[in-house]
């Protein structure tokens, strides 16, 4: 079995359409979590910036979320390489994939902000959806202060990913309740994403999406490329340090144990291919399935004395002995 672990069965989808789906989901995410800021009118604000930012997110998941496992962020993505739930060639595919998504996505809202004609300048646009700290902060918080917050929520955002979609692309007979992780993932990760967008963007507008960060960099002034690093650096760190606790508290697996077919050890017992034909009787002491052979009487008997300690004899005489000796009765 493989160790990814995605919405879908690893492998049961090619990687060229699931890089594919990555792109488009980020392309969607960049589009609406950068555009939504830029458009807003100051006197009109129907729906905050964040919200439909982490709303993204969950449409992506849900339209995608099924052929990628949608992840449309980096930090996520390397989240579950360090975790040993993504191949590493698959997560280099995906990086790949969401920066030319993230790339895609800003450079049609800057086409667009070109057509508007009240927008002078597209850049200095861009400029106010695009991560910075220090001058660039609304609230002139320093390089520390972004790091430390970048490194925590990238952190919080991979957990609440590997957490939600931990159940999915297994099989078994808790159906139902990986269906329910299934349905339950998109909205877990899209209200985070919302609750930290809020907490970042009077800090810097701080994206912990390193892809988003870098679409909307490229598309302002020259300052925000200059930070860019930051963007790029601490939501890393913060999504190995997730990884690495998921990875090292063993809470991660592609299968739920409960649905792991039981395989109960059998004393003596070999290889399959030892186990007695339906017409014939097993040998004494022998057991079928985790318990004796339902045919004969004197078998089971046998195998009780087996797990009760006692030898397992051959003949009925020997079973009498047997019984005997344990009841204390000796010649």
């Given at each position: 079995m493989s160790a990814t672990v995605s919405a879908t069965s690893p492998g049961s989808v090619r990687l060229l359409p699931r890089a594919a789906a990555e792109?488009?989901?980020?392309?969607?995410?960049?589009?609406?979590?950068?555009?939504?800021?830029v458009f807003t009118l100051p006197d009109a604000n129907p729906l905050p910036a964040p919200l439909a930012g982490g709303l993204a997110v969950v449409a992506a998941?849900?339209?995608?979320?099924?052929?990628?496992?949608?992840?449309?962020?980096?930090?996520?993505?390397?989240?579950?390489?360090?975790?040993?739930?993504?191949?590493?060639?698959?997560?280099?595919?995906?990086?790949?994939?969401?920066l030319i998504g993230a790339l895609a996505g800003a450079f049609l809202l800057f086409?667009?902000?070109?057509?508007?004609?009240?927008?002078?300048?597209?850049?200095?646009?861009?400029?106010?959806?695009?991560?910075?700290?220090?001058?660039?902060?609304?609230?002139?918080?320093?390089?520390?202060?972004?790091?430390?917050?970048?490194?925590?929520?990238?952190?919080?955002?991979?957990?609440?990913y590997l957490g939600a979609m931990a159940g999915n692309g297994s099989s078994g007979t808790a159906g139902a309740q990986r269906k329910a992780?299934?349905?339950?993932?998109?909205?877990?990760?899209?209200?985070?994403?919302?609750v930290l967008l809020q907490l970042g963007q009077a800090v810097g507008n701080l994206a912990f999406n390193p892809a988003r960060a870098t679409g909307a960099a490229l598309f302002s002034s020259g300052w925000a490329a200059g930070q860019l690093w930051l963007f790029w650096v601490a939501p890393l760190l913060g999504a190995a340090i997730a990884g690495l606790v998921f990875r090292g508290f063993g809470l991660l697996s592609s299968e739920d144990a409960a649905t792991a077919p039981a395989t109960p050890a059998e004393p003596g017992a070999g290889?399959?291919?030892?186990?007695?034909?339906?017409?014939?009787?097993?040998?004494?002491?022998?057991?079928?399935?985790?318990?004796?052979?339902?045919s004969a009487p004197a078998e089971r008997d046998d195998a009780?004395?087996?797990?009760?300690?006692?030898?397992?004899?051959?003949?009925?005489?020997?079973?009498d002995d047997a019984r005997d000796f344990f009841d204390g009765k000796r010649d």
């Open positions: 792109a488009l989901g980020t392309l969607f995410i960049v589009m609406i979590a950068l555009g939504v800021p998941m849900v339209a995608f979320g099924a052929v990628s496992g949608g992840h449309f962020n980096p930090a996520i993505t390397v989240g579950n390489l360090i975790a040993g739930r993504t191949r590493l060639v698959d997560g280099l595919a995906y990086l790949v994939a969401q086409a667009v902000l070109r057509t508007v004609g009240r927008i002078s300048d597209s850049r200095a646009a861009f400029d106010t959806v695009a991560s910075g700290f220090g001058e660039h902060s609304v609230i002139q918080v320093d390089l520390a202060g972004a790091l430390l917050l970048e490194v925590i929520g990238a952190a919080l955002l991979v957990a609440v992780v299934s349905l339950a993932a998109p909205i877990a990760v899209g209200l985070t994403v919302a290889s399959s291919e030892d186990v007695p034909d339906a017409g014939t009787a097993p040998a004494a002491g022998g057991t079928f399935a985790g318990g004796p052979a339902p009780r004395d087996f797990f009760a300690g006692g030898p397992a004899p051959s003949a009925p005489a020997e079973r």
